[in-house]
């Protein structure tokens, strides 16, 4: 089977505009809160037999009420709790999955940032089909900027070749039972380092299949971010 997995477990709001997740906070014309944008492009793909999203368990609730008022689906639409950072939300996502439908190697997951609204149809779809075949993948664009490494942040230790650097988006997806097993067989010390799924996979040497991304699909993160989003769709960008 393949499963979304929108990770919104975040409580954090570095955009200092509200007291709630910048995941809710309301965007465009119509108003929708960022993860409904988000969760609205992941049911338009037909391959994906349930969606589920990781929320904190403080905003369950609220994430429940939301999705009645814009009348989603909740057949297909399954809440479970986020954990305290990205992975152990993808895992307990996971675990979620495995009481509701059993264990299988050939489970495929497709995991995206709710903050990420503008997710194509064709990149969940190059995921899936990325993931089936390599076992794993993650969504790129091409670095048009110079790369500069400063291991001290004060100095310059190394400029990358352009060419060979990009920036990493999501979704990122692979096969579930893979992502499960390499991240249990984990020192502590290797899990605080490894917060990216797919570093997880490259950290095992595992092949991660690069699969194209766009420079629409931005990652609100900041005021900044937020205003840029609101001009895409034609909302009030504020001052």
């Known amino acids: 089977m393949i499963f979304g997995a929108i990770v919104a477990g975040g409580v954090g709001n570095r955009m200092n505009i509200t007291g709630m997740p910048k995941q809710f906070l309301p965007l465009g014309k119509s108003e929708k809160p960022i993860i409904i944008h988000t969760l609205e492009k992941f049911i338009l793909c037909d391959e994906l037999d349930y969606i589920y999203l990781g929320v904190h368990k403080e905003w369950i609730e609220y994430m429940e009420k939301l999705m009645r008022k814009y009348e989603i689906d909740s057949n297909k639409i399954i809440i479970a ?14 675990d979620k999955i495995e ?18 609204p503008f997710v194509t149809l064709r990149m969940i779809k190059e995921n899936i089909q990325a993931a089936i075949q390599f076992g794993a993948c993650d969504t790129v664009i091409e670095a048009v900027d110079t790369i500069i490494e400063s291991t001290d942040g004060e100095c310059i230790t190394s400029v990358p070749k352009r060419s060979d650097m990009y920036l990493g988006q999501t979704p990122q997806s692979f096969k ?22 797919c570093k997880v996979f490259a950290f095992r040497n595992k092949k991660v299949k690069l699969v194209r991304g766009d420079t629409f699909n931005i990652k609100i993160t900041t005021t900044s971010d937020y205003k ?6 034609g909302g009030n960008v504020g001052d």
Not at 228 to 233: D, H, P, R, S
Request: glycine share 4%; no cysteine.
């Open 228 to 233: 840029i989003a609101n001009a895409i769709l």
């Open 176 to 197: 579930m039972k893979s992502f499960k097993d390499i991240y249990n067989d984990l020192s502590k010390e290797e899990r605080d380092l490894l917060t990216d799924a």
């Open 99 to 116: 009481k509701d439908h059993g264990e299988s190697e050939s489970h495929i997951i497709v995991t995206h940032d709710a903050v990420r």
């Open 81 to 94: 709790e986020g954990g305290a950072e990205r992975n152990l939300t993808i895992l307990n996502i996971i």
